[in-house]
């Protein structure tokens, strides 16, 4: 399984490779501001990616929007409870700006709004386990199960492992000692907000509720840990991961089309954000 790497940019984080066929800035260090722009722009063009992808706080936003970057979505506050921050793209084939099948993503966002006001059907909370490095093969197991490919190597146990060790909390839902389900919170504690991502349940265990189970222990946990807004990155055509944020309470926030490589091609995703200040 291809997966893309993850450098350091002077103090900034980017994710690139032909697997996603992107760049993606993950963390913008503000020292870096404005060159990083420009370098980002030419690694997408050295390697011939069709797509440069940034997810910054609105402070940055004049820097990317002057080179060619556009708006996706925004999440009010991500950025330490005051700044938004914002997803911005940049298209080096404009063939990839057009989403695949623009009426299904319409249909399940309208599904959403429709079922957003509907309580959220669980599992048992208590069958929900936290789990650690122990684990990492285990985890890895049912995401290689699950996902024919992946954005990031979490297939890979030391990726897991470290990635544990990176402020990403994994759980899991057991059913007679097996792990059938599984999701993670990746925080960002200089931001306070967690992306809620890596939801995977095997397909004999799909409809029970899992996913949303999950959601709701991983929310008390982050805010625990001082984090006050929640997002996930959700498959654009799933219908069954939007209603589940929409469900929970969290607010559309834009598409980044063809964004990210799934079980094979590139899928167009959504955002979805949630305050948990108050939770």
């Not at 760049?23 to 060159?35: E, I, Q």
Request: positive net charge; charged residues 20%.
């Amino acid at each position: 399984m291809q997966t893309d790497n993850i450098i350091r940019m002077g103090h900034s984080l980017v994710q690139h490779g032909p697997a996603n066929n992107r760049v993606y800035l993950l963390k913008l260090d503000p020292r870096d501001l404005p060159g990083i722009v420009d370098r980002i722009c030419n690694l997408g063009q050295c390697n011939g990616y069709s797509k440069l992808f940034a997810k910054v706080p609105a402070t940055a936003y004049k820097h990317f929007l002057t080179r060619g970057f556009i708006e996706e979505a925004l999440v009010p506050a991500m950025c330490k409870g005051k700044c938004a921050g914002i997803f911005m793209s940049k298209y080096l084939d404009q063939a990839r700006a057009v989403p695949h099948d623009s009426k299904l993503i319409a249909s399940v966002l309208e599904a959403a709004r429709c079922n957003s006001q509907q309580s959220a059907k669980g599992c048992n909370p208590d069958d929900v386990v936290q789990l650690d490095a122990d684990h990492a093969d285990e985890l890895a197991g049912i995401y290689g199960r699950v996902f024919e490919s992946y954005p990031f190597p979490i297939h890979d146990p030391d990726f897991v492992r470290n990635s544990m060790k990176n402020n990403v909390i994994f759980f899991g839902i057991r059913n007679n000692g097996k792990l059938v389900a599984a999701a993670s919170a990746e925080m960002d504690k200089s931001w306070g907000c967690a992306e809620m991502t890596d939801f995977a349940t095997l397909a004999e265990h799909q409809g029970t509720g899992a996913a949303s189970t999950l959601l709701a222990r991983m929310e008390k946990v982050v805010h625990a840990r001082g984090i006050h807004t929640a997002y996930t990155i959700a498959r654009a055509e799933s219908f069954g991961m939007n209603i589940v944020f929409a469900k929970k309470g969290y607010l559309f926030s834009g598409t980044l089309y063809n964004n990210t490589q799934i079980c094979g091609r590139l899928e167009s995703m959504n955002v979805w954000h949630k305050r948990i200040a108050s939770l």
